[in-house]
């Protein structure tokens, strides 16, 4: 069964799915019309006119504000597997949950006590 | 482990200290925490029977992620040391403007120091992997912590991009090793490698986990982040990295390869191969370097290539050798470390020629160099000439060849130890800028020159722990 030949399958779908891509977006390259002018070939931005550049600088409270989020949210996705198993852990599972979360209320007091909250300052 | 998590809590409270406005206590926090710590391993020493891989705690009580064993506690002690005279060195080295960051570096330097500790006792592959993650990341912070300087910042960003890109190789490599065996524990890895066939998967998973390693510990041909990395940091964290991270990652590697994997799993003469070409390009690249910093991370990556030699003739000597010649290092290391931090704050840059004329201006710092570069090269009587002979009689038996080579390269390596040497000695100074020190650079000047000479005279110092 684990031979070489039982990955044949396997090969003949990459085949197909790489051929079948190819093909088509070489037919519609040489078959569909093509005009090319100034306002055709701008970037499209939901229909509305493009302005400047895409690399702009902006300040680093959006960044700070974002990372601290996405870290207290990915904190939240731990507590819904702990919420469907809260009866069978117990009281041990209780106080591992505690002890990650007085992990967590640590670090937001060091980010509150280290002013990265702070928008105008 | 309690040592694990008593170290985590006072990294915790050396951050903290920031916050409640005592600054001024991080250092002192910071050394306290590593004697108690120090004074931790002690304990766990004198608890152990003979063997060297025995867990001190049940390894059930971890559920066999974890065991430390008198190999990791050893190591430990190296480390911790090295980490003290490397915070006792930093406590007048910070510039001013980078003092408000101060209990931040030390808490990174704590919890960098959590993961080498887990990188020398673990027992799961998750847990190595978690090991690297936990040393690595602060480490990646500490070499842009002067965030002024385009050069740190320079360290950083290659640091992490190349760090973060092989830690994902080195996690390939453990799925693989993984998908062979079905298992992450390295009791049940070493049974796979010693009882019947090695599957071709187990060992390209084999060559992805050693390429994960070699990257940390600057093995070629994965060393080339390393002189960038180590000039552009600062020169506290530089030395940080050549001494404790150095150590824990070889320990990790030591204990995979060595302990589990076992000669018979074929990879020794591959060890063999890169030991030798790290010797060689680590050792002939420094001759060519001007700077004294890039010319130590060259010299770390030639000691890397050294240390191999234990990897391929795994017994329990080579282990007490490998912690004899890493106490041997980071002792000289530091040392020499110290003296050019002492130059470059004088002077503002760390070029050889700035070591001109030091053996008038200030000979204690010049006899301290010229012991630290004597223990690094391997001249008898200091630590590195007893480290490295116990290394190649190790060596001997098996790879005789290899030892030759090694041999040869020591050679090499005297030329450019002694540059600094002869800059000092003999050449006239060039600028009369005159080289300061101050109490807690000149106290672990003399820690490291007594411990060079001390181990260098009386080897059984350190190895007297590992009996």
Redesign the interface.
């Known amino acids: 069964m684990n031979t070489t030949s039982s990955y044949f399958p396997i090969v003949m779908q990459t085949l197909v799915a790489g051929g079948f891509v190819g093909l088509v977006l070489t037919l519609t390259h040489l078959l569909g019309p093509s005009r090319k002018n100034k306002t055709k070939d701008a970037n499209f931005e939901c229909g509305v006119e493009s302005d400047g550049d895409a690399r702009v600088r902006f300040s680093i409270k959006y960044f700070m504000t974002a990372i601290l989020f996405v870290l207290f949210d990915v904190e939240v996705i731990f507590f819904y597997p702990y919420a469907v198993n809260f009866k069978e852990l117990g009281g041990e599972g209780f106080l591992a949950v505690l002890m990650f979360v007085s992990f967590f209320l640590?670090g937001f007091?060091?980010v509150l006590?280290?002013g990265a909250l702070e928008w105008d300052k | 482990m309690k040592l694990i998590i008593f170290i985590t809590i006072s990294a915790?409270i050396v951050?903290?200290s920031s916050?409640f406005n005592a600054r001024k206590a991080a250092l002192p926090l910071t050394l306290m925490a590593l004697l108690i710590g120090l004074g931790m391993v002690f304990q766990y020493n004198c608890q152990c029977d003979g063997s060297f891989y025995r867990s001190i705690v049940d390894e059930a009580t971890y559920r066999n992620m974890i065991s430390f064993t008198r190999f990791s506690a050893l190591f430990s002690g190296v480390m911790l040391v090295a980490s003290i005279l490397i915070i006792t060195l930093s406590a007048n080295s910070i510039k001013p403007i980078f003092d408000h960051y101060r209990s931040d570096i030390y808490g990174l330097m704590l919890f960098s120091l959590c993961g080498a500790f887990i990188l020398v006792s673990y027992q799961h592959l998750v847990m190595l992997f978690l090991g690297i993650e936990i040393l690595s990341i602060p480490l990646y912070i500490l070499a842009g912590s002067r965030k002024n300087e385009l050069a740190s910042n320079e360290a950083a960003f290659k640091y992490f991009l190349m760090g973060s890109f092989t830690t994902g190789v080195l996690l390939f490599g453990i799925a693989l090793i993984y998908g062979a065996t079905g298992s992450f524990d390295l009791n049940a890895l070493m049974t796979y490698c010693h009882v019947g066939q090695i599957s071709t998967m187990f060992k390209v998973g084999m060559i992805m986990v050693l390429a994960g390693m070699s990257f940390k510990i600057g093995l070629v041909p994965f060393h080339f982040w390393s002189p960038d990395v180590y000039s552009g940091s600062p020169s506290v964290v530089t030395a940080f990295m050549a001494t404790v991270v150095k150590t824990s990652v070889f320990g990790a590697t030591y204990i995979l390869f060595s302990k589990v994997f076992g000669v018979n799993s074929g990879w020794t003469d591959t060890l063999a191969v890169i030991a030798a070409a790290t010797m060689f390009v680590g050792n002939l690249t420094a001759t060519q370097q001007s700077g004294f910093k890039r010319m130590m991370a060259y010299s770390s990556i030639a000691h890397a290539g050294y240390l191999l030699i234990a990897m391929v003739s795994p017994d329990l000597a080579s282990g007490k050798a490998v912690i004899l010649y890493m106490a041997a290092y980071s002792l000289a290391t530091i040392g020499a470390f110290a003296v050019m931090m002492a130059v470059r704050r004088c002077t503002g840059s760390d070029d050889i020629n700035n070591f001109n004329g030091l053996g008038k201006s200030n000979p204690v710092l010049a006899t301290a160099l010229t012991i630290a570069m004597m223990s690094l090269a391997g001249i008898p009587l200091t630590a590195g000439f007893i480290s490295k002979y116990y290394l190649f009689t190790i060596g001997w038996s098996g790879y005789s060849t290899l030892i030759i080579l090694a041999i040869i390269n020591s050679a090499i390596s005297v030329y450019y130890y002694f540059k600094p040497v002869i800059a000092m000695w003999f050449k006239p100074s060039t600028s009369d800028i005159e080289i300061k020190t101050d109490t807690s650079l000149n106290i672990v000047l003399w820690v490291c020159v007594i411990g060079i000479i001390a181990v260098g005279v009386y080897p059984d110092l350190i190895l007297a722990f590992a009996d």
């Open positions: 640590i007091f060091y006590k280290k | 915790i951050l903290f916050i």
